[in-house]
């Protein structure tokens, strides 16, 4: 944990996520990996940042949370850079993650990042909406990588 970005509201986010988790295993209700989640519902596995693990995922309405140790960003290969906040909620459907809280893009100004989208599992293209839709290429979002903890969102 790089105590420079280190921040109360993170570190609880963290410790709660964890917690949750644990209780879930603790129950004998294992959570699948995020990155089985997002696969399942045809999402490239590395739209989160590798070190987003811990998750909430309420599949009677479909809300996802997803906690992020600090906040980062993460560039891809094709040049994009998305921005995550400590904590990630939207809801997850097939193919789509919409309503999202907590995730931007670089356009020319940073922009809230409110839906991401693909036309199916085999899709080439992941579709990013910010303010207006924009695709770019899905495998560049298969391989998760680092993120690189930012001091604001």
């Keep these: 944990m790089n105590l420079q970005n280190f921040s109360a509201k993170s570190f ?5 996520g964890g917690t949750k ?16 989640l997002l696969q399942e519902y ?11 693990t811990h998750y909430e995922f309420d ?7 997803v906690f992020i140790p ?3 960003e993460v560039g891809f ?21 919409t309503d999202i809280e907590g995730m931007k893009t ?8 409110t839906s991401v989208s693909v036309d199916g599992p085999q899709s080439s293209k992941v579709y990013f909406t910010a303010g207006m839709k924009k695709s770019r290429p899905r495998d560049a979002y298969e391989v998760r990588r680092d993120g690189i903890s ?4």
């Design 106 to 113: 670089k356009v020319v100004i940073w922009a809230k990042v």
């Design 59 to 65: 599949e009677e309405t479909g809300k996802l949370t």
């Design 70 to 72: 600090s906040i980062c």
């Design 77 to 97: 290969k094709d040049s994009s850079v998305l921005r995550y906040a400590t904590t990630v909620t939207g809801y997850l459907e097939k193919g789509k993650l």
């Design 150 to 153: 930012v001091e604001t969102y």
């Design 12 to 16: 609880s986010d963290s410790i709660e």
């Design 21 to 36: 988790w644990l209780i879930n295993k603790l129950k004998g209700k294992m959570q699948k990996p995020l990155l089985d």
């Design 42 to 52: 045809h999402l490239p596995k590395g739209l989160f940042p590798q070190d987003a």
